[in-house]
């Protein structure tokens, strides 16, 4: 019954080595949220998709983009992993972005290593 | 300034006991919402409960009570009957009202870890 998938739950990349993280929904919203979370650390937003508008944070690195093919997948692309970048990469959705009520739902994360 | 403030980096509380986790907000929007996120070690963040910011009533979900004081701009998460399935990190987090660039942001606090005891 999950809502919001992320695969694979573990990934271990290789310093410099491009590695891509997927993202699938079944709710059917129209925003989908990309955060990093740092060991001991609050999640950061990256960047998001309204539906296949694209927007991206003021302080991410251009190292991460993201690509959001349809409605029920959306993808982080980091091109040159560094060691900085080992993070838990979370997944979430929003029926809609506007307003302070939106709720959002969040997947379980893919835990990032590089070595 | 951090938007979202919480002070406890660590709780620990009995079983069958409440407990209250702090967070404290900065915002100059007059419409805003509070969450609360719960993390166990799976990694998923679970929504736990909303306040906005013209609610007049303190929000509730079954063991969870959020004690809203808006002229403190504080946000503070009750748990009534602690059981082990809720140790956990608990996130505060925010999300301003509809202002532009920034309306899809959800600002989290740096969260605060839940131990129950038995």
């Known amino acids: 019954d999950a809502m919001v998938i992320q695969n694979p739950r573990y990934q271990v990349t290789q310093f410099g080595k491009p590695v891509t993280l997927s993202c699938s929904q079944t709710l059917n919203h129209n925003v989908m949220y990309w955060y990093q979370q740092k060991s001991s650390q609050a999640p950061k937003l990256l960047f998001h998709y309204y539906d296949k508008d694209f927007n991206n944070e003021a302080d991410t690195p251009d190292n991460f983009q993201s690509r959001r093919p349809n409605t029920s997948f959306c993808f982080l692309d980091i091109r040159s992993p560094g060691l900085g970048d080992a993070a838990m990469y979370l997944c979430a959705t929003s029926r809609d972005g506007t307003g302070e009520r939106e709720k959002l739902f969040f997947g379980s994360g893919t835990q990032l290593s590089v070595l | 300034a951090q938007k979202i403030t919480q002070t406890q980096p660590g709780m620990f509380v009995q079983e069958k006991e409440a407990v209250t986790l702090d967070c404290t907000y900065d915002?100059?929007?007059?419409?805003?919402?509070l969450f609360w996120y719960k993390q166990p070690s799976s990694g998923e963040m679970i929504f736990l409960i909303y306040?906005?910011?013209?609610?007049?009533q303190n929000a509730t979900e079954g063991r969870y009570s959020l004690n809203f004081q808006k002229a403190r701009k504080s946000a503070n998460l009750v748990i009534s009957a602690s059981q082990l399935g809720d140790s956990a990190m608990y996130f505060c987090a925010m999300r301003e009202g509809y202002s532009g660039a920034g309306s899809y942001q959800l600002t989290f606090g740096k969260g605060t870890k839940l131990s129950v005891i038995p």
């Open positions: 915002t100059s929007d007059q419409s805003y919402g």
């Open positions: 306040q906005g910011s013209y609610d007049e």
